[in-house]
């Protein structure tokens, strides 16, 4: 139905940044809200940053002032700038799209995830 690519991870030092990107594709006819979960080595997948069609964010309280969420409607988009990058922040990250297959059935997709490592 729906299909989520990732990309933009890797490795970088405390205080680097990365731009994580996550296209949509398949059969949408519209997209509700875009975000970006991650999980690190044992512990809960958690919520980082997610975007409404209108433009509405939330951020987690571990990455405001850091992160900056933003999407591209007409590429079916999102993108996830993280800045001032702490080790903490090493985990992998997963692009999340709640997205209406047509104009009644409402469902979750997700992205394959892309590992971003923060070396001390």
């Known amino acids: 139905q729906v299909q989520l690519v990732e990309s933009g991870g890797g490795l970088m030092q405390p205080g680097g940044s990365l731009r994580l990107s996550c296209a949509a594709s398949?059969?949408?006819?519209?997209?509700?809200?875009m975000g970006w979960y991650r999980q690190a080595p044992g512990k809960q997948r958690e919520l980082v940053a997610s975007i409404t069609a209108g433009g509405r964010i939330n951020y987690a309280d571990p990455v405001k002032g850091r992160f900056a969420i933003s999407r591209d409607n007409d590429r079916k988009t999102t993108y996830l700038q993280m800045n001032s990058l702490k080790p903490e922040d090493t985990a992998v990250y997963y692009c999340?799209?709640?997205?209406?297959?047509?104009?009644?059935?409402?469902?979750?997709?997700w992205g394959q995830g892309t590992q971003v490592t923060v070396s001390s």
């Open positions: 999340k799209a709640e997205a209406y297959v047509n104009s009644y059935e409402l469902d979750d997709f």
């Open positions: 398949g059969n949408i006819f519209s997209i509700n809200v």
